[in-house]
């Protein structure tokens, strides 16, 4: 459970979604920007829930096997994690619209992305038990709330270069286990595929 809400958490990067986050808040009334954000966090959770509870359902509907989907996370955390650490190929979030966000972006896709939502699915498809996969969420989305709704503070103590700091190391780790992953779906494919 510690081990793929590690997992999850840094796939999400809360440390690298603070900048975006105060961004995109700012332009929300200041008196207004904590339930905002407290909404946006739930709306999350519950984004992540479903894709636990009912993402083997949609993969079976899909025809879709379950090495496909550890190997296709892979290649996407690999994707996600390669702008953490090479921030010149990052794609912008930004939104012209200024009114209030809703949903879009900070729940979708800046906290639950196609690496979450990849990762919640494969985690759908696992044997243990299921306390232990809703717990595996509910610790990374409860470890990178605190740190988003702590972020304009943590943005001021830490400063913006120890954040990128944070961002690169954290990139370096998922980079390594997206290989990790990569590596499990291939096996588990050969030993589903051998007679």
Known sequence: MISNALLL???IDPFGLIPLFVATL????EERRTRVLVRELLISLLVLVLFLVAGRHLLG??????PALTIAGAIILFLIALPMIFPSIK????????SEPF??????PLFVGPGAMAMVMVLGTDQTPWAERFGAIALAWLGASIILLLGSRIAAILGRRSLITMERLMGMLAVAIAVEMFLQGIQTFQQTASP
Request: glycine share 0%; proline share 7%; aromatic share 8%.
């Open 61 to 66: 509907a899909l025809h879709i096997s379950q």
């Open 103 to 108: 949903i879009v972006p900070l729940a979708i």
């Open 91 to 98: 794609l912008s979030m930004a939104d012209d619209d200024s």
């Open 9 to 11: 958490f840094f796939i």
């Open 26 to 29: 700012a332009k929300v009334p």
